[in-house]
């Protein structure tokens, strides 16, 4: 079984920055690409940037401001978010790739952190 576990989110302001976290956990093989989503109430849920390898993708709505990387040995994928506004108020997921000691691949998510960018 594995598990992605994120962290980091809260109350900010405008302008202000947060850095969230997600490890993963459990019977893995390997972990292929990873990101970060986020979804507002009554929206679609949408990416905000993904990294495979070290080829890293962003939202035109992120670029610049947010800043996605990964630590392999720690199984874990961070999200640095400067320059936050109040639209990037969501609740943020992360995202895996994950093959398992038994080779299936699939994709995991974690439970969500709320991101909430507010005076």
């Known amino acids: 079984q594995v598990q992605l576990v994120e962290s980091g989110g809260g109350l900010v302001q405008p302008g202000g920055s947060l850095r969230l976290s997600c490890a993963a956990s459990?019977?893995?093989?390997?972990?292929?690409?990873m990101g970060w989503y986020r979804q507002a109430p009554g929206k679609q849920r949408e990416l905000v940037a993904t990294?495979?390898?070290?080829?890293?993708n962003y939202a035109d709505s992120v670029k610049g401001r947010f800043t996605i990387s990964r630590d392999n040995a720690k199984n874990t994928v961070y999200l640095q978010m400067n320059s936050l506004k109040p639209e990037d108020t969501n609740v943020y997921y992360c995202?895996?790739?994950?093959?398992?000691?038994?080779?299936?691949?699939?994709?995991?998510w974690g439970q969500g952190t709320q991101v909430t960018v507010s005076s």
């Open positions: 995202n895996a790739l994950i093959a398992t000691m038994n080779l299936q691949e699939r994709t995991y």
């Open positions: 459990g019977s893995i093989f390997s972990i292929n690409a």
């Open positions: 990294i495979s390898g070290i080829t890293t």
